[in-house]
């Protein structure tokens, strides 16, 4: 299934595929405590690493998704979570994804 893996330290914005379960998630963070905001545009979700507001660690890079928080470290944008915990592909276009966020 594809994702998009939001890199800030390579400032990239890059399509990857995932099974669809949150391990999978946890592995292109590299946190094993993830959450996720919902973005406008069709249920779609940004997953981050939970604790990315306590570390602030300036080497992770950042990012700003519209006017969600600043995240530090890695995102991954999925569709909405369908029934067992299984998320979906991503509706949002990568094209208008990238036009959607400013790495800072």
Known sequence: MNAFLI???RRTIEPVEIDGSIE???????????????????????YFDEECYLRGDETAGRFQL??????????VVTGAPR???IVGPPRTAI???RSRIVFV
């Open 83 to 85: 029934e067992g915990g």
């Open 95 to 97: 094209e208008a994804l």
């Open 7 to 9: 890199d800030p330290v």
């Open 66 to 75: 519209d006017t969600l928080a600043p995240v530090s470290g890695r995102g």
């Open 24 to 46: 999978s998630i946890r592995a292109l963070i590299g946190f094993p405590h993830v959450d996720a905001d919902e973005i406008r545009g069709g249920g779609d979700r940004l």
